[in-house]
């Protein structure tokens, strides 16, 4: 079992930036990667970023490439979400989640139901 707990959300502008924090505490040495997902009020759950612990390799939403920079310190069982140029469609709970596990294809990092602990989200509002 995989405990994470997310933090840093909160009001902010738009073309403002967040940054958001996943700790992970537990059975930690058993996920291979760490994803970040947000849900919008009435919409379903969508992935926005994910990072692999070994390596480091990197995968985005095409809605927040080039705005949004995940990261991870490994020491610390700690993932990062760099959101830059924040938009009001930005708003949403975001939610680390640990996974999804090989083998894995190019869709992998998308699906929801790979992806195995979840945190509690951390509300992120963009006002206009």
């Known amino acids: 079992q995989v405990q994470l707990v997310e933090s840093g959300g909160g009001l902010v502008q738009a073309g403002g930036s967040l940054r958001l924090s996943c700790a992970a505490s537990g059975r930690t040495f058993s996920s291979y990667a760490m994803g970040w997902f947000r849900q919008a009020p009435g919409k379903e759950r969508e992935f926005v970023a994910a990072i692999t612990w070994s390596g480091g390799r990197t995968y985005y939403a095409d809605s927040v490439k080039g705005r949004f920079t995940i990261s991870s310190a490994n020491a610390k069982n700690t993932v990062y979400l760099q959101m830059n140029s924040l938009k009001p469609e930005d708003t949403a709970v975001y939610y680390c989640?640990?996974?999804?596990?090989?083998?894995?294809?190019?869709?992998?990092?998308?699906?929801?139901?790979?992806?195995?602990?979840w945190g509690q989200g951390t509300q992120v509002t963009v006002s206009s």
């Open positions: 989640a640990t996974g999804p596990t090989p083998p894995l294809d190019g869709n992998s990092w998308y699906r929801l139901e790979l992806y195995d602990d």
